[in-house]
T-cell receptor, first 112, second 112 residues
Framework: KAGVTQTPRYLIKTRGQQVTLSCSPI?????VSWYQQTPGQGLQFLFE???????NKGNFPGRFSGRQFSNSRSEMNVSTLELGDSALYLC???????????FGSGTQLSVL | SQQGEEDPQALSIQEGENATMNCSYK?????LQWYRQNSGRGLVHLIL?????REKHSGRLRVTLDTSKKSSSLLITASRAADTASYFC????????????FGPGTRLSVLP
C-alpha cells in the first residue's frame, strides 16, 4: 500500500495570505489527523476527520480549518497567515482499530 | 500543558552503547506509543504498550510502562548511527484514541 502523501512538501507564503495543504491517507484509512510541529511547541494536535466529519479539534484559532472528502483525502486551510504559523504540518491516518498513526512526510510552511 | 514529557531533551552516545529515554504523563491512558522522527520528516510508529502491560520488546527496542508513576521508558540496545533521530512518546489520554498527545521528544545522536 502507498503511504500517506502530503503535498506540497515546501511552501513559502507572506503574512496575510492563505494556504491550503493536502493529505491523501493510506488506502482504506478513514481517519485523518493534522498536527503542527514547531521547535518551541512540539507537536500540537489541530483536528481529526473521520468519514468527512470533524471528530476532534485542538486548541487552535478559527483561522485553521479543514475538511475531508468522500475518498478520505483531507485538506487543511490556514487563512490570514501569521509569522508564527511557520511550522511543519503533519498529516496522519489510521484505520482498523485505529491505535497507530501513520504519518506523511509533512509540509514545511514558511511565512515571511 | 502537554500530556507527555520526555527526558532527557537530548542524548548523545557512542555506537554500540544503549540509549534510554523516559516519558512521563499526567492522566489515565489506554496505551502509550513511541514514535521516531528523522530530521524534518514524518513520524514512524515504533511500539505500543497497553496500560495493562509492564514491558514489551521489539527487536532492539524495550519499552516499560509504570502506570502507578505515570511513566514509560524506551531502551534502544546496541545503538547504531542510523538510530540518530528524535523520539516521541504519545498517549491517547484515555479517550479511546480519538486524540493523541505527544511529548516534546528526545533528540538522540549516536556517534560513530
Amino acid at each position: 500500500k502507498a503511504g500517506v502523501t502530503q503535498t506540497p512538501r515546501y511552501l513559502i507564503k507572506t503574512r496575510g495570505q492563505q494556504v491550503t495543504l493536502s493529505c491523501s491517507p493510506i488506502s482504506g484509512h478513514r481517519s485523518v489527523s493534522w498536527y503542527q510541529q514547531t521547535p518551541g511547541q512540539g507537536l500540537q494536535f489541530l483536528f481529526e476527520y473521520f468519514s468527512e466529519t470533524q471528530r476532534n479539534k485542538g486548541n487552535f484559532p478559527g483561522r485553521f480549518s479543514g475538511r475531508q472528502f468522500s475518498n478520505s483525502r483531507s485538506e487543511m486551510n490556514v487563512s490570514t497567515l501569521e509569522l508564527g504559523d511557520s511550522a511543519l504540518y503533519l498529516c496522519a491516518s489510521r484505520g482498523g482499530n485505529g491505535e497507530k498513526l501513520f504519518f506523511g512526510s509533512g509540509t514545511q510552511l514558511s511565512v515571511l | 500543558s502537554q500530556q507527555g514529557e520526555e527526558d532527557p531533551q537530548a542524548l548523545s552516545i557512542q555506537e554500540g552503547e544503549n540509549a534510554t529515554m523516559n516519558c512521563s504523563y499526567k492522566t489515565s491512558i489506554n496505551n502509550l506509543q513511541w514514535y521516531r522522527q528523522n530530521s524534518g520528516r514524518g513520524l514512524v510508529h515504533l511500539i505500543l504498550i497497553r496500560s495493562n502491560e509492564r514491558e514489551k520488546h521489539s527487536g532492539r527496542l524495550r519499552v516499560t510502562l509504570d502506570t502507578s508513576k505515570k511513566s514509560s521508558s524506551l531502551l534502544i540496545t546496541a545503538s547504531r548511527a542510523a538510530d540518530t533521530a528524535s523520539y516521541f512518546c504519545a498517549t491517547d489520554a484515555n479517550n479511546y484514541g480519538q486524540n493523541f498527545v505527544f511529548g516534546p521528544g528526545t533528540r538522540l545522536s549516536v556517534l560513530p
